[in-house]
């Protein structure tokens, strides 16, 4: 699957919503200062990588794609929790850059402060969209292999149940 | 208390900014990335930068490497939660948050004492 944007998807979240992660985002980052403040950079630091907004953004994607689902009139509770959770596994290939970002900073904060964020975003980038497409393609390999179209299912089905397939994978 | 409205103001925007991302892009797993996105750390370390100098900044990016692993498996634990127990998120993601201290502040402990 490509990656598309969507921009519909703006229309389903109400006001009140952006204003809840406005207002998380904005506490998130006030704390993560406070207990710098208090605790010293070192544990600081870890809160740099907290799932602040994570619990809102969650239950936004559940709550949007049960809503979805229940307009087109089937029950969308299982399809609520299935697209959180693949947000979340796309969070966890996103801390991979995440670490990325905060090993450049750790190495690049004494030369430029504006050269290390820069190279630490880019490295975010880079390193998230890598691994995401890794992920991707092993998917895709794993589904002409051993997925329910793979040609081992197909032996495997009697031959007026299986489902037809136009081409094999080479 | 101005620095503390500036941390607010940034911190909000860049966190809204990343969440109108992960809304607009498809597939969910690869919107999912902004959910990682460093956002609160832009905001944070900008003003670090400008109040305590480079040196600090620097030590806040260590640490941020040990919270980023904590995250990774913070996310891996909130999508088991709702794909094998079938928990509702919010039960899932604020079960999760023991996960990311333990690893945290664990990993912290081991690494820097």
Known sequence: MNVRIKLSALRETRWHEYLTRFVFGGLATVCAGAIASLSGPEIGGLFLAFPAVFCASATLIEKHERERKEKAGVRGTRRGKEAAALDAAGAALGSFGLLAFGAAIWLLAGYSSWLAILVASAAWCVVSLLLWSIRRRIWAWRQLNFGPWSAAAQASFPKSKAPRIEAGPD | ?113
Do not use: H
């Not at chain 2, 079938?86 to 993601?93: H, K, S, Y």
């Open chain 2, 1 to 113: 208390m101005t620095e503390y409205v500036i941390r607010f103001c940034l911190g909000g925007f860049a966190v809204s900014a990343f969440a109108v991302l992960g809304d607009l892009f498809r597939p969910k797993s690869f919107a999912g990335l902004f959910g990682a996105a460093p956002s609160v750390a832009v905001a944070t370390l900008a003003m670090a930068f400008w109040n305590q100098g480079a040196a600090y900044a620097a030590l806040e990016g260590r640490s941020m490497m040990i919270g980023s692993l904590a995250l990774c498996l913070y996310s891996v634990a909130v999508c088991q939660l709702m794909k094998r127990y079938e928990l509702p998120a919010l039960v899932a993601t604020v079960l999760s948050l023991t996960v990311w201290t333990l690893i945290a502040l664990g990993g912290k402990w081991l690494l820097f004492g």
